[in-house]
């Protein structure tokens, strides 16, 4: 290994750092040189005591080369000194001393021996990925050596070329060891353009064609996804034509290992390579003779939706950080350059970090480690950042679903046990089990090789059913991927199903069912309904509560029930689109998931009939599969539905008339201006948050809009005052109040301030505005005709400003009532004057 390389400058430190404590967090720059370096530095310390170092990489492939590299370094064979642990590979001896793994299997060394005995240092390389399984397994290294390893603690070295390095030493409780240098000049160019994603891909492949004829060397593209890969594809050949040293090279995660080595190695000379990879090539790997980046900027990620339990791929701008990582794949071997389509100014306003998975992906599988582990809930470890509630919940809804979890503990089930140490997605692990527990073994590796490995037909029918046909060379259709793909994984599950020791049981169903209740019993909660058809789609109810659509003339566009297994869209829409299907018979799955399925009486109100619809239903999920229609409850449920009627609809639904809203307000005035009694909230929200203790005793017998109709409001809402309260409201807040006339008048409560409408005579002689509560009433003075002439607070200033003019004006218009010079010495009367006498 060369001595230049700049994370040499670093090593005395970083050994000072593990010598004396027992944590390091490293940050150095793409090509410093610290993976390749850094174990094989490490490896003589006198703390590793003859045990091993761990170091997680990212990925299979980086895993790989990674080990490759080491041992070259020090020119042995792979799997003496050096060895590697990924699925379903590794090279490893008793003379190993550093261990290159992948971070799951780290998650299932820790399960099987929390002590880690056998281990000195655990080295978290690309740490700023923040892959669900590194933050699993760094929760579970800290706990671990509190638990176990109190005497020698085991040592953790954090290493990356962008690190959120605060959040980290804080956890650590250690400072950043920081290399600035870089093994190779990188010349960064901005083309300054503002672009939509759409035209992106147009965009970067001039870019690609343009460095391909200027610049010497292979070249490295960043594109989001598979999509683009292919599109870029297309036109550099376009373009390219038949030269032939240039040679496209697609490189993305859902490659085979072999696929991806491949692509990985040197070109021949005077070949050039030009890969097309998604972020899989953002980190860790060294490609040989990549001189020259091409960055789209844009990077495509699965979120997930805990509300709908569905993941989702989203397209984003490259932080920082990635656009760093990425620029530094041009400067590993020698001087590069990297071409960027937007601007220098744009580049400093990307987000500095990309989001960690443990916020965005479905935390199903880490959960289920989780418990394992024997966590009793997610804050019991110390998470770099923490599980998002939502997230967590619905993945332990899904466990206990597939019967992982008990329903009121976080305890595995037996079942749950055997699913854990599968150390597989939940889902595929539940299948797995299923099928070899109902001797179908051979059929559930294939639905699982099939599931793992990504949809082989990119354009075809959704039908699940026919991929397996295809498998078993019983149709014949262009693939993706190679068959041979899928058959090597249908061995490897095979392996893992023979190695299950269950007990066998029957099922009564189908043989044509099977497929079906198999794919049910992993994704229930993608059972779907058929609702009806809308233009060129048909639209199905998920039990997730989701909506989801086939094309019209899909094969299984017309089938009553089906299993959802892939279905995505976009964040706002309204529904889904099912990718991949499989028709289900939903008696048998009923019979064969009795615990998937609920029965309940079910009262609710239907506004369409104008009254309650009582039913007996039987749902799974969200998704209601079946509704009987029973006889009247007991009046217990009745008032129940009722009172959640009226909740939704708001208390509008029920008969205000004019004396309800009355008392109603009138109890509103008391409770604002008697403070000395214990007045009920009467106002909308009070009355709502309160519903079921002053409207529930009357509701039992109402199941239809005419007898909600007859409710009498205002006895009800006078009936939930305790009498002290009834007494004091007819003594201190009247209905009626009696004027000079000797008349009674209503008090009109729903104006503010309380409203009196008396007719203009039958207040001469008043020489104080009425008043309740100390309140005075607005007196509202009406003509004989009884149309207002005036509004007052203040009757005294009525009499003394206004009075004369109203006089004069109305004197002419009712001659026949008294208009008296001197209201204040006159009687006061509703009469005319020639009933009076005048």
Not at 251 to 275: F, H, N, T, W
Not at 744 to 754: L, M
Request: net charge neutral; aromatic share 6%; charged share 25%.
């Amino acid at each position: 290994m060369s001595p230049s390389l700049p994370i040499y400058d670093l090593i005395p430190a970083l050994k000072a750092q593990l010598n004396n404590a027992h944590e390091a967090i490293l940050e150095a720059a793409p090509g410093a040189g610290k993976t390749t370096v850094v174990p094989l530095e490490l490896m003589n310390e006198a703390w590793r005591k003859g045990r091993k170092i761990l170091m997680l990489e990212p990925r299979r492939l980086a895993a790989k080369t990674a080990a490759k590299r080491l041992t070259d370094s020090l020119q042995e064979p792979l799997g003496k000194r050096i060895g590697y642990r990924i699925r379903h590979e590794g090279k490893e001896s008793n003379e190993t001393q550093v261990l290159v793994v992948t971070e799951g299997v780290l998650t299932r060394m820790l399960q099987d021996d929390p002590s880690l005995d056998n281990v000195a240092l655990v080295i978290f390389d690309e740490f700023h990925e923040r892959n669900l399984h590194s933050d699993l397994a760094f929760a579970l290294c800290l706990q671990a050596r509190e638990l176990y390893r109190d005497e020698d603690p085991l040592k953790l070295l954090v290493m990356s070329a962008t690190l959120d390095t605060a959040l980290l030493e804080s956890r650590l409780g250690c400072p950043t060891l920081t290399s600035h240098g870089r093994g190779f000049p990188i010349d960064t160019l901005y083309s300054n353009k503002s672009l939509k994603t759409a035209e992106v891909v147009d965009e970067v492949v001039r870019l690609t064609y343009q460095a391909y004829r200027e610049h010497t060397g292979s070249l490295l593209v960043f594109l989001p996804g598979q999509k683009e890969i292919r599109q870029a594809a297309t036109q550099l050949q376009q373009r390219l034509g038949n030269d032939p040293e240039a040679k496209i090279r697609p490189l993305y995660g859902e490659l085979s290992l072999k696929e991806q080595e491949a692509v990985i190695q040197p070109a021949m000379a005077p070949e050039r390579k030009i890969v097309l990879a998604t972020a899989i090539a953002q980190t860790s790997l060294t490609i040989d003779g990549i001189r020259i980046v091409i960055d789209s900027g844009l990077s495509r990620e699965a979120r997930f939706d805990a509300n709908t339990a569905t993941t989702r791929l989203h397209t984003r701008r490259a932080t920082q950080a990635e656009t760093t990582q990425r620029m530094g794949r041009a400067g590993r071997t020698e001087a590069g350059i990297c071409l960027r389509w937007w601007s220098e100014e744009q580049q400093s306003r990307l987000a500095p970090q990309a989001q960690p998975q443990i916020e965005c992906v479905d935390l199903s599988p880490l959960t289920l480690e989780v418990a394992k582990w024997g966590a009793q809930n997610r804050l019991e470890l110390d998470w770099v950042t923490p599980p998002p509630e939502s997230h967590w919940q619905q993945s332990v809804d899904l466990l206990r679903s597939l019967d992982a979890l008990n329903t009121d503990t976080f305890e595995l089930t037996d079942h749950g046990q055997n699913m854990a140490q599968l150390g597989l997605d939940p889902r595929l692990a539940q299948l797995l089990i299923l099928g070899k527990q109902w001797q179908h073994s051979e059929l559930a590796c294939q639905a699982c090789a099939l599931l793992s490995e990504g949809d082989p037909f990119s354009q075809h029918s959704s039908d699940f059913e026919s991929r397996l046909d295809w498998l078993n060379h019983q149709i014949i259709m262009s693939s993706r991927r190679p068959k041979a793909v899928y058959q090597h994984s249908v061995k490897q599950w095979l392996a893992r199903s023979q190695k299950l020791a269950l007990e066998a049981r029957s099922i009564s169903a189908e043989e044509s069912s099977v497929l079906g209740l198999l794919l049910a019993g992993a994704f229930a909660d993608r059972i779907g309904k058929r609702l009806d058809q809308q233009a060129d789609k048909v639209r199905f109810k998920l039990a997730n509560g989701r909506i989801a659509t086939l094309d019209k003339h899909d094969t299984n566009a017309q089938s009553d029930w089906l299993v959802a297994l892939d279905i995505g869209g976009h964040q706002g829409q309204e529904a889904d689109r099912i990718f991949l299907s499989q028709p289900l018979d939903i008696q048998a799955a009923e019979k064969t998931f009795p615990h998937l399925f609920l029965t309940r009486d079910h009262l609710e109100w239907s506004k369409q009939e104008g009254r309650l619809i009582s039913e007996q239903q039987t749902w799974i999920g969200k998704l209601c599969i079946q509704r009987k229609k029973t006889k009247q409850l007991a009046p217990e449920k009745v008032r129940d539905a009722m009172l959640e009627h009226i909740r939704k609809s708001g208390l509008n639904a029920l008969p205000w008339e004019k004396d309800s809203l009355q008392f109603k307000a009138r109890l509103q005035f008391a409770a604002q201006h008697d403070k000395q009694h214990p007045w009920p909230d009467m106002s909308d929200d009070g009355l709502f948050s309160h519903l079921a203790d002053w409207l529930g005793p009357y509701l039992g017998n109402v199941t239809t809009q005419a007898t909600l109709n007859k409710l009498a409001l205002k006895q009800i809402l006078l009936d939930s005052l305790a009498w002290p309260l009834q007494k004091r409201l007819a003594d201190a807040v009247p209905e009626r109040l009696s004027v000079a006339s000797g008349n009674n008048h209503a008090i009109d409560y729903t104006n503010k301030p309380p409203t009196l409408s008396v007719k203009l005579q039958e207040v001469f002689g008043m020489s104080q505005s009425p008043a309740v509560l100390g309140q005075s009433l607005k007196l509202e003075l009406l003509s004989p005709a009884q149309r207002p002439l005036a509004v007052t607070l203040d009757l005294p200033f009525f009499w003394r400003e206004a009075y004369p003019e109203v006089k004069k004006e109305m004197r002419g218009r009712y001659p026949k009532h008294p208009w008296p010079d001197d209201p204040m010495s006159a009687q006061a009367t509703a009469k005319t004057k020639r009933a009076l006498g005048q």
